[in-house]
């Protein structure tokens, strides 16, 4: 299947600070990704929705302002925590769609820890 | 979005079949049936997807009712690899996003 990368895999950061994880589409140019959430023993929740090129859509209860989204190509994404508190510890997953069959890929997910 | 309904946990031996069902009573007409499975601390990871008619690929069978209202991924020969949180997810034949439930959590049993 197609191959979604995310990085870095794990993140510590100091409280108050932000951190950036990116999302790359491998082998295929990726029109719209998506960030989700999870917390331990818990699903996935769907933060935003990007398209590239154009605004992201955040889900009901996502703070636009807290968690930018950037779209700019159509392999990357960037998803950018700022002003990062101890409760925004989670491990957050991207995911992307436009391959064959316009299929939806998951990068590896990337764990974030604030301190 | 339609809803699918999942149990919660499923147990099965290794090397033996699985059958991991879904529901999904108020699918509409255009939507596909997309089934992904996650391994602890990883991203999920596309299983099979499919319409009306029954699907199988490398890794799996989707069978589908024959009035759409649910369906079931089986594994043929589960191994302990194969164990993890199974999603059935509900997707609209124009790609929008996978909003997903709380999942099966298989256990492979030596």
């Known amino acids: 299947g197609a191959v979604v990368s995310q990085h870095p895999s794990w993140v510590i950061c100091k409280s108050g600070t932000s951190v950036k994880i990116e999302c790359r589409s491998l082998d295929f140019q990726a029109t719209t990704m998506f960030w989700y959430r999870q917390f331990p023993k818990q699903s996935l929740m769907l933060m935003a929705t990007s398209n590239e090129g154009s605004k992201a859509t955040y889900e009901q209860g996502v703070e636009k302002d807290k968690f930018l989204i950037n779209h700019a190509s159509l392999t990357l994404s960037t998803l950018t925590v700022t002003s990062a508190h101890p409760e925004d510890s989670s491990f957050y997953i991207c995911?992307?769609?436009?391959?064959?069959?316009?299929?939806?890929?998951f990068g590896e997910g990337s764990w974030l820890t604030v301190v | 979005d339609a809803k699918t309904t999942q149990p919660n946990s499923m147990e099965s031996n290794e090397e033996e079949p699985v059958h991991l069902p879904c529901n999904h009573s108020?699918?509409?007409?255009?939507?596909?049936i997309h089934w992904y499975r996650q391994l602890p601390s990883q991203g999920p990871e596309y299983v099979i997807h499919g319409l009306t008619s029954n699907v199988n690929n490398r890794m799996a069978s989707l069978a589908i009712a024959e009035d759409r209202k649910s369906s079931t991924l089986i594994l043929h020969r589960a191994t302990l690899r194969d164990a993890a949180v199974y999603y059935c997810?509900?997707?609209?034949?124009?790609?929008?996003?996978?909003?997903f439930g709380q999942g099966t959590e298989l256990s492979v049993k030596p």
């Open positions: 108020t699918i509409s007409g255009t939507d596909y």
């Open positions: 995911s992307a769609s436009g391959g064959i069959g316009n299929t939806i890929y």
């Open positions: 997810i509900l997707r609209d034949y124009q790609g929008g996003k996978l909003i």
